[in-house]
């Protein structure tokens, strides 16, 4: 089955600087890839996501890139800002499936 | 957008009892749900897929004779821990897929086994 590998797992950054946060996944059959923000005790939320017949997309201060070769995706977060401190999940599914597997999260804290 | 409901948002029962939670798909039918379960500080698992009208489908390692699923309808999936002990406390997710492969996710209920 598939298995997906994130890294790192807690990330500080100063305010203003970039976040990379990045995942690998095993089933090559995989070709939806999504990334989620999660709050303490809240539900995840869809922050961006791509599927494998684009290499990359972009949503203001996000974007994620995908390398289908290589089996890996990342999320780019520029400018960060405190209220992006959260923990992030990465996901990969199938199409036709719907079911997701997530990666093992990365809290990622934004210093003021 | 979708929204998924998820009852109650907590629940604190005795070891030995067993608890219902409900998840709900407001404004859309869904003929597949999804159970996850999230433990402080780690990952969601998915436990198990929920199927309109038939039995549902477990993951590796979760035990279905302890968590009983029943998606009775087009809007509505159960989860039902059965004799639940304090290892089974967690928080509980599910999600409901939209037309292009995304979830639209519950807001959790935590489970505390006392």
């Known amino acids: ?112 | 957008g979708a929204v998924v409901s998820q009852h109650p948002s907590w629940v604190i029962c005795k070891s030995g009892t067993s608890v219902k939670i409900e998840c709900r798909s407001l404004d859309f039918q869904a003929t597949t749900m999804f159970w996850y379960r999230q433990f402080p500080k780690q990952s969601l698992m998915l436990m198990a897929t929920s199927n309109e009208g038939s039995k549902a489908t477990y993951e590796q390692g979760v035990e279905k004779d302890k968590f009983l699923i029943n998606h009775a309808s087009l809007t509505l999936s159960t989860l039902t821990v059965t004799s639940a002990h304090p290892e089974d406390s967690s928080f509980y997710i599910c999600s409901a897929p939209g037309q292009a492969n995304e979830q639209f996710f519950g807001p959790g209920t935590r489970l505390t086994v006392l």
Not at chain 1, 34 to 54: A, C, F, H, M, T
Not at chain 1, 99 to 112: E, H, N, Q, S, W
């Open chain 1, 1 to 112: 089955g598939e298995n997906v590998e994130q890294h790192p797992s807690t990330l500080s950054v100063q305010e203003g600087d970039s976040a990379v946060i990045k995942c690998t996944y095993s089933d090559s059959a995989s070709n939806y890839f999504p990334w989620y923000k999660q709050e303490l005790g809240k539900r995840p939320q869809l922050i961006i996501d791509i599927r494998s017949n684009v290499g990359e997309k972009k949503d203001q201060r996000i974007a994620v890139t995908l390398n289908k070769t290589a089996k890996h995706f990342s999320l780019h977060i520029t400018e960060t800002q405190p209220e992006d401190s959260a923990v992030y999940f990465c996901a990969a599914s199938m199409a036709g499936t719907y079911k997701y597997i997530f990666g093992t999260g990365t809290r990622l804290k934004v210093l003021a």
